[in-house]
């Protein structure tokens, strides 16, 4: 029984990763995918939770061969999706979300045509704007780039095949966690969830 | 902003009934589909809630104008599923559900495409006939003749997008909520309900 690959894909400020933490606490059946990373674990960090580490020649090995459907050199650390842990996640029947920008899940969408698509929205561009600048934190220029770049993703909404708008995060949170049991429901998912059922009802 | 047309069908002692009312409870926002008919008001019935109750002329004068997605006589009445009433509640924005047998469904699919289906199946097939063996009214003969007849519905659960299976009620209409909740966030539905966003979004 295979289980579902979900890619949730957001601008910076739409609230995707308190969104995401709260389908977790509330559907213990979803896992988030875990990336590869050359970087040094942190103390208390686990192989194979946080991420799979493994040292500079491993990930290029592994890079080489094609295993990586995305990979990027972040501070001199090199961090990647792999493929090949996802397809074997999805084999063993495990629900994982992979959380990505556009052009990750475009290719992850080649990779896992059957993969489903959230796109996560700030209420409005204007609302978007304030909780940028409400960080307190940042330049104009800086909070100029974020909003271009925001704008810029938000422009792939029509790829995805859900979209939830951030209004209200109890809202929002609720929404996802209907379209992950609304996946499970799925004709084919049911099906390979019960074979046996399925092969007696729809055999001449 | 249209509303979305959901298709549900089960066979007889599957729950469809209990598991519809619970969603109507917790989803104020779907209606029940309304059929029409050539039977007298009983006390208490109002036009346009329980049905559309029209006399036998108008009936023919609709049915022949192609008015019916399909209809049918039981014991000397008329009954029809209105095309042109369901095509004006969803170009009205409401989330319709319409509970209609397999060839049915065959139908409304063909006139609406968009429309998401959604088959209820029984636990398993012992327990559909320990069900409908359980009411204790009906002889073998009927009980035997039932089951024949939810086996020949059964056959077309791979007609439908999603499948829910009524093991524990409450599950079930959990199920039932998050695929209604869940039609409601797809991108094209989002889209016409929040137009001037996604223009916003999507102009170059």
């Not at 559907?27 to 995918?33: H, I, M």
């Amino acid at each position: 029984m295979p289980g579902t690959l979900f890619i949730v894909t957001a601008p910076s400020g739409a609230g995707k990763t308190t969104l995401v933490r709260g389908l977790l606490e509330r559907d213990a059946k979803v896992q988030l995918s875990i990336s590869y990373t050359t970087r040094v674990p942190r103390p208390g960090e686990q192989n194979g939770c946080e991420y799979n580490f493994v040292d500079v020649d491993t990930f290029r090995v592994l890079r080489d061969r094609g295993e990586f459907l995305e990979w990027a050199e972040v501070h001199g650390n090199y961090y990647a999706t792999s493929r090949v842990w996802l397809k074997e996640q999805i084999a063993l029947g495990r629900d994982t979300l992979l959380e990505i920008d556009w052009q990750g899940a475009q290719q992850v969408r080649k990779a896992f045509p059957d993969a489903v698509g959230v796109f996560i929205l700030p209420p409005s561009f204007e609302e978007l704007e304030s909780r940028l600048r409400g960080r307190g934190t940042d330049s104009d220029e800086v909070i100029s780039r974020r909003l271009l770049g925001a704008r810029g993703e938000m422009r792939h909404v029509g790829e995805f095949d859900y979209v939830i708008i951030n209004n209200e995060l109890h809202d929002a949170i609720d929404d996802l966690v209907a379209v992950v049991r609304a996946a499970r429901l799925r004709y084919d998912n049911q099906q390979a969830r019960h074979p046996s059922y399925f092969d007696f009802l729809e055999q001449d």
